[in-house]
Structures are given as C-alpha cells and as structure tokens.
C-alpha cells in the first residue's frame, strides 16, 4: 500500500490593524496602571518590588512586549 503525503499549505503571519495595536496598547496601559493598585505584599507574591512596578508603569504605550510586534 502506497501513501502520498500533501504537506499543509504554509501560513503566512498576517500584519495587525491599526485598530488592533491601538486596542493592544490601551489594554497593555490598563494592565501597568493596574499593577500600581497591588499592594506590596501582591508585588512580592507575583516576585516584584514597588519599583519594579513603578518602572513598569512609566513605560511608554508603544514599548510593548517583542511578540506583540509585528
């Protein structure tokens, strides 16, 4: 018995609008202005100091994380 394998079509990573990374970058401000709300007996469960989250929270919008470009 003979078989043929037809490999899978290749997908292509497909660009974001800009309604998308705007959405994007409010959500990721949301999240750093939310991590200034922990106490710092949360900071220290999650591993980080009041500084860590203050530095964290003065990022600029557009400094997201590297995954998120593209």
Do not use: C, N
Request: hydrophobic content about 40%.
């Amino acid at each position: 018995m003979t078989y043929t394998v037809t490999p899978l079509p290749r997908m292509t990573k497909r660009p974001r609008g800009l309604f998308r990374r705007l959405a994007d970058a409010f959500h990721l401000r949301s999240q750093r202005l939310r991590l200034m709300q922990l106490t710092d007996q949360q900071l220290a469960d999650i591993g980080l100091t009041r500084a860590d989250a203050e530095a964290e929270a003065l990022r600029s919008l557009w400094d997201a994380p590297s995954h998120w470009k593209g």
